[in-house]
């Protein structure tokens, strides 16, 4: 038998949940089976897999010790790499990362440690405030991502109540996210908020953007302002109300101004001559907005965080 106490990390989850992570080498089918059965207890009391779990709590598990080996809890990774952060803001439960475009925020088959995912991870590590050994069942997140090629600001999460408040601040739209892009041409009039209807195609990789609704299409609202032009393009501050993918890319082409260095929705044949590795877009402000009610971030409202300007690619 072994014992797992549940710790402050750990509490808010559903037992089965907890268990998928803190016991890996346990299949999900067994794993439901032994909480039916009683080989597996909260607190030496028949459990259900839907309890919630709280600081404090003993699991037992009278189940066989393989289930319990995990060889990729640390493969040494994390003390080997040698994190790369251009750090907006850090405090002891969340990190502003200015991500830089062509970086990956999670890994993928090609590239597993050279994610902005596993650089803060090694970070944390590194400076003590993270051991995956320890941690049964958490893991520092990302609360929000940007495109590989669209650079800005991304959070990170370093403990579980921080990553439960910034999920859920990004819910209820309690964070103001601002964007700079630069357009072909000068939209008119140099302020709006426009309304459109999205839909994706996964298989693709593609949105299409209409003005009026279609089958399988959702509501975007995309507001823009034109800070300045220059050379047949415009530097444009972009607000958005909803965040679906590719929006500001696809939004902007729809109403005939696509960004600079965009080969998805544009043409950029000619600008990739000019060095436009990337299409022209970084969000390059974010702002906490007054939450409902008081939380463990509730110190962060009304601060507004910026990447300094000279760290914008297409404005230097």
Same mark, same amino acid.
């Given at each position: 038998?072994?014992?797992?106490?549940?710790?402050?990390?750990?509490?808010?989850?559903?037992?089965?949940?907890?268990?998928?992570?803190?016991?890996?080498?346990?299949?999900?089918?067994?794993?439901?089976?032994?909480?039916?059965?009683?080989?597996?207890?909260?607190?030496?009391?028949?459990?259900?897999?839907?309890?919630?779990?709280?600081?404090?709590?003993?699991?037992?598990?009278?189940?066989?010790?393989?289930?319990?080996?995990?060889?990729?809890?640390?493969?040494?990774?994390?003390?080997?790499?040698?994190?790369? /952060?251009?750090?907006?803001? %850090?405090?002891?439960?969340?990190?502003? =990362?200015? $991500? !830089?475009?062509?970086? *990956? +925020? &999670?890994?993928?088959?090609?590239?597993?440690?050279?994610?902005?995912?596993?650089?803060?991870?090694?970070?944390?590590?590194?400076?003590?405030?993270?051991?995956?050994?320890?941690?049964?069942?958490?893991?520092?997140?990302?609360?929000?991502?940007?495109?590989?090629?669209?650079?800005?600001?991304?959070?990170?999460?370093?403990?579980?109540?921080? /990553?439960?408040?910034?999920? %859920?601040?990004?819910?209820?739209?309690? =964070?103001? $996210? !601002?964007?700079?892009? *630069? +357009? &072909?041409?000068?939209?008119?009039?140099?302020?709006?908020?426009?309304?459109?209807?999205?839909?994706?195609?996964?298989?693709?990789?593609?949105?299409?953007?209409?003005?009026?609704?279609?089958?399988?299409?959702?509501?975007?609202?995309?507001?823009?302002?034109?800070?300045?032009?220059?050379?047949?393009?415009?530097?444009?501050?972009?607000?958005?109300?909803?965040?679906?993918?590719?929006?500001?890319?696809?939004?902007?082409?729809?109403?005939?101004?696509?960004?600079?260095?965009?080969?998805?929705?544009?043409?950029?044949?000619?600008?990739?001559?000019?060095?436009?590795?990337?299409?022209?877009?970084?969000?390059?402000?974010?702002?906490?907005?007054?939450?409902?009610?008081?939380?463990?971030?509730?110190?962060?409202?009304?601060?507004?965080?910026?990447?300094?300007?000279?760290?914008?690619?297409?404005?230097?």
């Amino acid at each position: 038998m072994r014992i797992i106490t549940v710790g402050q990390n750990d509490a808010g989850q559903r037992l089965d949940k907890f268990l998928s992570k803190a016991v890996k080498g346990l299949p999900t089918s067994m794993m439901y089976k032994y909480i039916r059965t009683k080989k597996i207890k909260v607190n030496r009391k028949r459990a259900e897999q839907n309890q919630m779990l709280v600081c404090g709590d003993e699991i037992q598990l009278f189940i066989r010790e393989e289930f319990f080996d995990s060889p990729e809890k640390d493969d040494g990774a994390l003390t080997r790499i040698r994190p790369k /952060l251009d750090i907006v803001y %850090e405090d002891e439960n969340i990190m502003l =990362l200015n $991500k !830089r475009p062509g970086v *990956l +925020v &999670h890994e993928d088959t090609a590239a597993a440690e050279n994610t902005l995912i596993m650089h803060i991870k090694a970070y944390l590590c590194q400076n003590g405030e993270y051991d995956p050994i320890q941690e049964q069942s958490f893991a520092p997140a990302l609360c929000n991502r940007i495109d590989r090629n669209t650079g800005g600001i991304v959070i990170a999460a370093k403990n579980a109540e921080a /990553l439960r408040v910034m999920n %859920e601040k990004i819910r209820n739209n309690e =964070l103001t $996210k !601002r964007y700079l892009c *630069l +357009v &072909h041409g000068t939209p008119s009039p140099k302020k709006a908020m426009l309304r459109a209807f999205l839909r994706k195609d996964s298989a693709k990789n593609l949105v299409e953007v209409r003005d009026k609704e279609f089958k399988g299409s959702k509501e975007i609202i995309t507001g823009y302002t034109v800070l300045e032009s220059f050379n047949g393009t415009s530097l444009c501050e972009i607000e958005l109300v909803t965040g679906r993918t590719h929006q500001i890319r696809a939004h902007m082409a729809h109403i005939g101004h696509a960004l600079v260095g965009d080969g998805k929705y544009g043409v950029n044949r000619e600008e990739k001559k000019d060095g436009y590795k990337y299409q022209a877009l970084y969000a390059y402000s974010l702002t906490f907005e007054k939450a409902e009610k008081e939380n463990a971030l509730s110190y962060l409202e009304g601060k507004v965080f910026r990447v300094d300007r000279d760290k914008i690619w297409f404005l230097n």
